[in-house]
């Protein structure tokens, strides 16, 4: 962060509530000319600070809204085995999130589902095939608190 300037914190504040901004609106909330802004924040995408905007979708207005979390447990812990993992689960579209652990699992999972059955369908036909996966615990989200959060810098 020793990179970033008052400014430029404002900025990725602003836009982590909404990238919806058009940039004279992002100006006048970070008080800096349109010019000023639209250079800063492209110097914040191209430094890597922001890597992307898009919209958040609710889960349960599109039929995903059962949420599971699954921990994972590979047969060998080495960087081949989690290379083959890592780029299985990339391929299913039904894993929102894919986490490299310590502790008592390898990974941690967040896959949206509509309903239980879709879940169990989706657990004997496609995660247990991932490679290298000798258990899995799931655990289902009855009540999402906190998701998405904006990160507080």
């Known amino acids: 962060m020793e990179n970033l300037d008052r400014t430029d914190i404002r900025i990725l504040r602003a836009l982590q509530k909404d990238a919806r901004l058009s940039n004279a609106e992002l100006a006048k909330k970070v008080n800096a000319s349109p010019a000023t802004c639209h250079r800063r924040t492209q110097r914040l995408f191209d430094d890597g600070y922001i890597t992307e905007a898009r919209a958040v979708v609710r889960p349960d207005r599109v039929g995903l809204g059962a949420l599971a979390m699954v921990g994972v447990v590979l047969d060998r812990s080495t960087p081949e085995s ?17 986490h ?54």
Do not use: N, W
């Open 82 to 98: 989690f290379a083959a993992f890592e780029s299985a689960a990339l391929e299913m579209p039904f894993i929102i999130d894919c």
């Open 100 to 153: 490299l652990t310590a502790g008592d699992f390898d990974y941690f999972l967040k896959i949206r589902v509509r309903d239980i059955s879709d879940f169990s369908r989706l657990h004997g036909a496609k995660l247990l095939t991932l490679p290298g996966v000798r258990q899995t615990r799931t655990f289902f989200v009855m009540k999402e608190v906190i998701d998405q959060a904006p990160l507080d810098f």
